[in-house]
């Protein structure tokens, strides 16, 4: 079956430590995204890649850094910078950039500064 | 800049009846709507899309209405069942590239 898969389930920070979450999607989408999803807020968007070797400042972008290497794949790194990481952190993909025909979504990681 | 509101509070049904959720927005004109569902500690699960030129879209148990003119989309749920407890999320697109998504409204459905 097709879709996204997210890694770790459960990822666990330091203060000052930079972590790298997975995301891989077979669905054959042009377009990945990432999102940060905190309690009574919508999503938020963090970056977004419309091809490979080619991604976008989303909304939040401060002290996140991604790379698009290849189609599959698009992993996120959240780095010391950002101040306030703990979060649940979605990633999705869609089959045209402007996402009109819907997003599929991974399961997720959720994030906890120690 | 955009913005879009549903419900905080969560709404209470009783199995067998329709959940209507609302969705607003304001400041923008948004080409279509996206409704999704999630449940908790999984990602969002795309359920329905709306154009603008799209009174009513309808997918099973699902309906969902668009209002241009009033900046409000409707997503009802008929015959619900407790399998259907949940939060659904409205999302609308915001133009350049980007889609712009409600908090959520949580639906508990009792049997």
């Known amino acids: 079956d097709g879709g996204i898969t997210q890694s770790p389930k459960y990822l666990f920070r330091k203060e000052g430590q930079n972590v790298t979450l997975s995301c891989e999607q077979n669905?054959?989408?042009?377009?990945m995204y990432w999102y940060r999803q905190d309690p009574g807020q919508g999503l938020r968007l963090i970056y977004y890649?419309?091809?490979?070797?080619?991604?976008q400042k989303g909304d939040i972008a401060e002290g996140y850094s991604v790379s698009r290497e290849k189609k599959e794949s698009f992993p996120l790194t959240v780095t010391s910078a950002q101040k306030n990481p703990t979060a649940f952190y979605l990633c999705a993909s869609s089959r045209t950039a402007t996402g009109e025909y819907g997003y599929t979504f991974g399961s997720g990681t959720r994030l906890t500064v120690v | 800049s955009q913005k879009i509101e549903q419900n905080s509070e969560a709404l209470n049904i009783q199995e067998g009846k329709t959940a209507t959720l609302t969705c607003n927005y304001t400041n923008y004109s948004p080409a279509y709507l996206q409704w999704y569902r999630q449940d908790p500690g999984r990602g969002p699960v795309f359920l329905l899309l709306i154009r603008e030129n799209e009174k009513e879209k309808r997918k099973e148990r699902l309906k969902v209405t668009f209002d241009t003119t009033l900046k409000q989309s409707l997503f009802h749920i008929t015959a619900s069942q407790p399998a259907d407890s949940a939060t659904y999320l409205c999302a609308l697109e915001g133009g350049g590239f980007k889609t712009i998504f409600g908090a959520g409204t949580r639906l508990f459905v009792k049997a």
């Open positions: 890649s419309q091809i490979v070797n080619d991604f």
């Open positions: 669905l054959n989408h042009d377009a």
